[in-house]
């Protein structure tokens, strides 16, 4: 039997005195303005709310769906500004982004209905619950990575510093090697003049020698005196000795030069060796080198230094702290799969469940109609045809005929 309506004054006094027009408004608990926020977040129907606690319950969906996202977005922060070195403004921007990402996100995981009856989206939900666990599992290893470099940071900077000093001793190493290897190139070119200066001495000096015992008799054609034999070879001696002064003249700027240059290089190495700015300083290239090696404090640099850090201390509970740390992101981040996976067996996933098998049957029922009504509608056309078909037969058999039979 229909409701009576209430009269216009007396709907307004009833819910003026608190008194809902059916019994369902009467009984469904009331929301604040903050509350009905909090259930959006958590993609909430308030119409399958039957008591205060489901709706204190599903209040904390969206409050860890919000702290969810919110931590995302800090600890995007935080890694980015670990890896780059320092906190940039535009990093806010980009978490935000991420932020927004996850929110959306885990509110489509807990919005999700809880169908007990659809088999057919077992297999995708599995699936997308699925990579929502991995994403978790990634998030909170880097963010739990980038954590631990916080809380050890002063170990780390330590470690980091004594990288860096070593780094920047491999890199002096390397430019006194480079200083020495200039300055013993430069002796071997010293060297290699005094041979050319010795090696034209010998040359004049065989000229020397052959002249004169040329001129004395004492080798050559025996001739002594001055003749056409002994005028060769003193063209040959003197040719000889104007090679050794050119020689020795050409080699000795070079060798000037060259002893110069190899004392300073020999010096500066020596002085680099002991170390010093100055030293640094006077060799191009190898300040701003050391400026790179103290100024990378990145990403890799940090866990080379907390991973030396946990090489020298093998204490468990150090051991032990980044997995920690990533198991308590992991459940956070999981704690709105969590809820959803367990909130089939509340007063609202039951109602969930019941409006599904209302709607199916809705649904069933609405094709059972649809295959009666083609199904009468192919009878009637069926019928209708017979129908036809007689009324034609009938009205052949009952024309009149003519005289010679034939039907007019």
């Known amino acids: 039997m229909p409701r009576t309506p209430f009269p216009r004054t007396l709907e307004v006094h009833a819910r003026g005195h608190g008194m809902g027009a059916t019994m369902e408004e009467r009984g469904r608990p009331r929301a604040g303005r903050v509350t009905r926020f909090l259930l959006w977040c958590g993609a909430v129907d308030t119409g399958h709310l039957a008591s205060r606690t489901e709706l204190y319950r599903y209040s904390m969906v969206g409050v860890f769906v919000l702290l969810v996202a919110l931590m995302a977005g800090i600890t995007f922060t935080l890694y980015a500004s670990i890896i780059a070195g320092a906190f940039q403004p535009a990093f806010l921007a980009y978490a935000a982004v991420w932020a927004l990402l996850i929110f959306c996100l885990d509110r489509s995981i807990v919005g999700e209905p809880s169908y007990g009856g659809s088999r057919r989206s077992g297999p995708a939900r599995a699936v997308f ?35 860096h000093e070593r780094q920047a001793a491999e890199a002096r190493q390397r430019a006194v090697a480079r200083l020495e290897f ?55 001696y003197l040719d000889a000795r104007g090679e050794l002064r050119r020689v020795r003249k050409a080699t000795a700027l070079q060798d000037a030069g060259y002893d110069r240059q190899s004392a300073a290089l020999t010096r500066q190495a020596v002085a680099l060796g002991r170390g010093g700015d100055k030293a640094v300083a006077a060799v191009p290239g190898l300040k701003k080198e050391i400026d790179a090696i103290y100024a990378n404090n990145g990403w890799l640099t940090q866990l080379r230094g907390l991973s030396a850090f946990m090489d020298a201390n093998r204490d468990p509970a150090i051991a032990s702290l980044p997995w920690l740390v990533r198991g308590l992101f992991v459940t956070l981040d999981l704690m709105p799969l969590s809820m959803k996976a367990l909130g089939r067996w509340t007063i609202y996933g039951s109602r969930q469940r019941a409006e599904f098998d209302r709607q199916m049957g809705r649904d069933r029922l609405r094709a059972d109609l649809d295959r009666a009504r083609d199904r009468l509608e192919f009878d009637t056309a069926m019928t209708r045809e017979s129908w036809r078909h007689d009324w034609r037969m009938d009205h052949m058999r009952t024309a009149p005929q003519n005289t010679n039979g034939v039907r007019r």
């Open 129 to 163: 619950f699925g990579a929502r666990v991995v994403l978790a599992v990634i998030v909170a290893w880097l963010i739990g990575d980038a954590l631990v470099l916080m809380i050890f940071r002063p170990e780390i900077a330590e470690e980091t510093a004594r990288v």
């Open 182 to 236: 200039r300055a013993a190139e430069l002796r071997k070119q010293l060297a290699h003049n005094k041979d050319l200066r010795d090696a034209a001495a010998r040359a004049a000096e065989r000229a020397r020698k052959r002249y004169v015992e040329e001129a004395k008799g004492i080798s050559g054609t025996g001739l002594v005196g001055y003749g056409p034999a002994a005028g060769d070879a003193r063209t040959d």
